[in-house]
């Protein structure tokens, strides 16, 4: 069994900042890259942010410069902090894991969705 608990959206004025952030537990045998997707209503979900094991970040070209996506893996957590928000940014933010659980195999799991709403 294994859980991602996200934490940290809510309702911030345009210009603000949030912070996100989302644990890993289980039966984890190793997590590889971890990240972050974002749904709007009536949108495509959406690669916001995504980290390597080792630290390596990318981003969407829409959020470069003001999204900083960190890791922290003895704590099995990823963080997004978001600077200088903007509406367009109102999404449901979802954590992902690209991770292999003992005795299964290797695959992506998902967190249940934090909502990041940003008003004008």
């Known amino acids: 069994q294994v859980q991602l608990v996200e934490s940290g959206g809510g309702l911030v004025q345009s210009g603000g900042s949030l912070s996100l952030s989302c644990e890993v537990s289980g039966s984890i045998f190793s997590i590889y890259a971890m990240g972050w997707y974002r749904q709007a209503p009536g949108k495509e979900r959406e690669l916001v942010a995504a980290i390597s094991s080792s630290g390596t970040a990318s981003y969407a070209d829409s959020v470069k410069g003001r999204f900083t996506i960190s890791r922290d893996n003895t704590k099995n957590t990823v963080y997004l902090q978001m600077n200088s928000l903007k509406p367009e940014d109102t999404a449901v933010y979802y954590c992902?894991?690209?991770?292999?659980?003992?005795?299964?195999?290797?695959?992506?799991?998902w967190g249940q969705g934090t909502q990041v709403t940003v008003s004008s």
């Open positions: 992902y894991a690209d991770m292999m659980i003992y005795g299964l195999r290797r695959s992506n799991y």
